[in-house]
DNA sequence: ACCTGAACACCGTTCAAGT
DNA sequence: ACCTGAACACCGTTCAAGT
C-alpha cells in the first residue's frame, strides 16, 4: 500500500461514480481491500487526497523547453497536456492552495517562465498569466460539466451539435485568448 | 415561508460559513425555525436548492439595451453584473444544466444577441460566446478561491500582492479575451 | 510503534404516521 | 391534504483500545 496505490484506486472508483469528488474514504477503503482507518497513515484527510491526485495527474506532464518550437507553441502545449491530464477525471480542481499542489505550482511557473521569455516584462507576464489561468480553470470545469451531464440543455442551442468538439473549442478559445494578450501587452517575442 | 425565503436565509447562512455548498438542508431549517422537513415542500432536493440560489442571484442581472452603449460595453456590463451578483458568495455555480437555471439562460441569450448585433454570425457568436463563458467560469472559481482562503500560497508569487485586485484583473483578462475575440473573428461592429 | 474497531457528529432523503 | 418525526443509508474523522 502506497500513496500512488491509494491514488490509482481513487481513479478507478472515479471513472465508475461520475466525478472524482464523491469517491468516499469508505469506499477507497473497499476498493483498496482495507480497514477505513488504514488509509489515515498515508493521507492526512480527504482533502489532501484531492490533492495527492492533483499531483498524480500532473506529474507526467511536463514544461516544454526552448528547443521544442515557439513560445506560443510551448505555452499551447504546456496547457493543452494539463487540460488532458486533468479531463479524463471530473472533478479534479487545480486549486493550488496548500503545499500539496507541487505539481501545479511547477505548471504555473513554467508557464511564466515561458511568457518571460516571449519578451513581456514580470509584470505583463504575471497579468498574462492569470488571464490563461482563468480561461484553463473554466475550460476545465466547462469539461467537466460536458462530461458529467448527459445533457446540458441550456447551453445545446449555442453549442450547434456537431459543430465543433470540446478539444476544438479548447484549441480556438486558447488561440483567441493568446491573440487577445499578444495585442494588450507589449512585448517583444524572440 | 416562501422560496425567497428560504434562499434568502441559505445566503445568510452562507456569509457565515465559507462556502455556499456547505449550507446544510438542517442547519438551513434551524435558521428559519421549521423542522427539516417542510423545506423540502419547497425545494424537492438539496441541487435544486442551488439553482434556486443561482435564479434568485441572476435575477437582477439585466441584459442592456442597444441604446445603453456600443456591443462592447453592453457585454462587458453584462458580465461584470453576472459576476458581481455571483461573487459575493462563493461556491455558487452557473452551470447551466437542469431546468432550473432559467436565468442563466435569459442572460446566455442576452449575451449572444449583443455578439450577433455586433456583427458575428450565427456560428462564429457560438464561438466567441463558448470563450466568453469559459473565461467567466474561471472567473467566478477563481473570485470564490480567494475569497474562501487567506491566503493562495502557490500564487502569490505571481500575484505581485497589491498590484492589481481582483476586479481589475477581471476588467483586464475580459479586455484581452474581448480583443482576441475581435482579432481571430471576422465581424462588422454596428 | 503501528494499526484499526467502534463511536461521534454530521449528511440528504424516504416513508409512514400524525393532524 | 398537508406536515413532519423517526429512521435509513450514508459521510469524514476522533480516539482509545488492540496487537
Not at 491509494?6 to 469508505?26: F, N, P
Not at 482507518?37 to 498524480?56: C, Q
Not at 497536456?81 to 477525471?89: E, F, I, K, N, V
Not at 516571449?118 to 489561468?133: C, E, H, I, R, Y
Amino acid at each position: 500500500l502506497s500513496d500512488d496505490r491509494i491514488v490509482e484506486a481513487a481513479l478507478k472508483l472515479a471513472e465508475t461514480r461520475g466525478r472524482l469528488e464523491d469517491v468516499s474514504m469508505r469506499a477507497l477503503a473497499q476498493e483498496l481491500g482495507v480497514p477505513v482507518m488504514t488509509i489515515y497513515n498515508y493521507v492526512p484527510n480527504r482533502e489532501a487526497l484531492n490533492e495527492l491526485i492533483t499531483d498524480y495527474l500532473l506529474r507526467p506532464v511536463c514544461v516544454p523547453s526552448p528547443e521544442d518550437g515557439s513560445w506560443e507553441q510551448r505555452l499551447r502545449r504546456l496547457e493543452r497536456d494539463a487540460r488532458s491530464a486533468l479531463g479524463r477525471y471530473p472533478g479534479v480542481s487545480l486549486d493550488p492552495r496548500g503545499a500539496g499542489a507541487a505539481e501545479a505550482t511547477r505548471l504555473a511557473e513554467g508557464a511564466m517562465s515561458i511568457l518571460e521569455s516571449a519578451g513581456f516584462d514580470a509584470n505583463d507576464a504575471s497579468l498574462a498569466f492569470s488571464t490563461l489561468f482563468t480561461f484553463m480553470l473554466g475550460q476545465i470545469e466547462m469539461d467537466a460539466m460536458y462530461a458529467s451531464a448527459s445533457s446540458v440543455a441550456a447551453l445545446e442551442g449555442f453549442k450547434r451539435e456537431g459543430d465543433l468538439s470540446r478539444d476544438e473549442l479548447f484549441e480556438f478559445g486558447f488561440t483567441a485568448v493568446l491573440e487577445g494578450l499578444k495585442a494588450v501587452l507589449p512585448h517583444s517575442a524572440r
